[in-house]
C-alpha cells in the first residue's frame, strides 16, 4: 500500500505509522501505538541488563593470613551467591615469584572452599606476576538460594 494509505489506515485506527526497516525495498512499516512500543522495549532493555553477568574481582598474596583470607572466601561466596562471576589473582612480589606452587595451593583451597556454590570456569595460570582463577556460580545454585529466601518470608 502506498503511504499516504498507510497514514490514512493509522489515523483511522488512532495509531502511528512506525517504520520497521527502513533499507527493505519497499521500506516496511507497521501500525502500532508508539508510546506502548517504546515502553515495552525499554522493558526488555532492562530486563537484558539484569541478565548479565558481573566479573568481582579478589585479590590475596600467596601468604595471606588464615583470617583474612576467610574474609575473601566470605566476600567471594557472598558474590558467586548474587550470581556473579569472581575472579581471584594473587599477586606475587620480588622473590615470591620463586615459589608459584605456594600461591596454587592458595588458589585450590580458596576454590575447594567454594566447590559447594562454584565451578571453576578457567583454572589458575601464571600470567606475569599474577596468578589469575576464574570462578562462576553453579548452575541453579543461586535460584534454591533466592526460593529458599522467598519461602522463608511469606
Not at 37 to 50: C, P, S, W
Not at 53 to 72: C, F, S, W, Y
Not at 123 to 131: D, G, H, P, T, V
Amino acid at each position: 500500500m502506498t503511504s499516504r494509505q498507510a497514514l490514512a489506515a493509522a489515523r483511522d485506527a488512532e495509531l502511528d505509522l512506525v517504520m520497521v526497516a527502513q533499507n527493505a525495498n519497499p521500506p516496511v512499516c507497521k501500525i502500532i501505538d508508539h508510546g506502548k512500543h517504546k515502553y515495552e522495549q525499554e522493558k526488555r532493555e532492562k530486563e537484558n541488563k539484569r541478565k548479565t553477568q558481573e566479573v568481582k574481582g579478589i585479590k590475596m598474596r600467596p601468604h595471606i593470613a588464615e583470617h583474612d583470607l576467610n574474609t575473601l572466601l566470605r566476600n567471594a561466596r557472598k558474590f558467586l551467591e548474587d550470581g556473579d562471576k569472581v575472579r581471584v589473582a594473587c599477586q606475587f612480589r620480588a622473590r615470591e615469584l620463586a615459589h608459584p606452587e605456594i600461591g596454587r595451593k592458595k588458589m585450590e583451597h580458596f576454590a575447594a572452599q567454594l566447590a559447594d556454590i562454584s565451578i571453576i570456569d578457567k583454572e589458575a595460570k601464571l600470567e606475569n606476576r599474577l596468578m589469575i582463577m576464574v570462578l562462576s556460580p553453579k548452575p541453579g545454585s543461586q535460584s534454591q538460594k533466592k526460593n529458599n529466601a522467598e519461602n522463608q518470608n511469606p
